[in-house]
């Protein structure tokens, strides 16, 4: 395990590595998957929405759900036009994986 520093704001810790985003010394090594089943329905969007939002120009990540999520990606087309690109890596029946790109 690297060193740890403990900082007295998210200011400070992120001002000795502007670069940074995440301060907790962890980073992804591959690309993110969600899996939307396991977000309680009532949240699942919004959830969705705020995971998506969070990825840095170039980054990616996949959501996998039990139907194909056309309604989503509607959505996230009206909100944010080209700034994401969609691809299907799996088309069900049983599963359906989206590799979703922020791209601007």
């Not at 998210?10 to 992804?28: F, H, I, K, L, S």
Request: proline letters at 6%.
């Amino acid at each position: 395990m690297g060193n740890i520093e403990i900082q007295r704001s998210r200011e400070e810790a992120v001002n000795q590595n502007p670069t940074a985003g995440c301060t907790c010394g962890e980073a992804d090594e591959e690309l993110p998957e969600l899996d939307v089943q396991t977000i309680p329905h009532a949240i699942r969007h919004a959830s969705i929405f705020g995971a998506i939002e969070s990825l840095h120009v170039g980054s990616a990540m996949i959501i996998s759900a039990t139907h194909n999520p056309v309604p989503l990606l509607t959505q996230l087309q009206a909100r944010h036009g080209d700034a994401y690109a969609t691809r299907y890596l799996d088309e069900g029946p049983e599963r359906w994986r989206i590799l979703i790109r922020k791209v601007a």
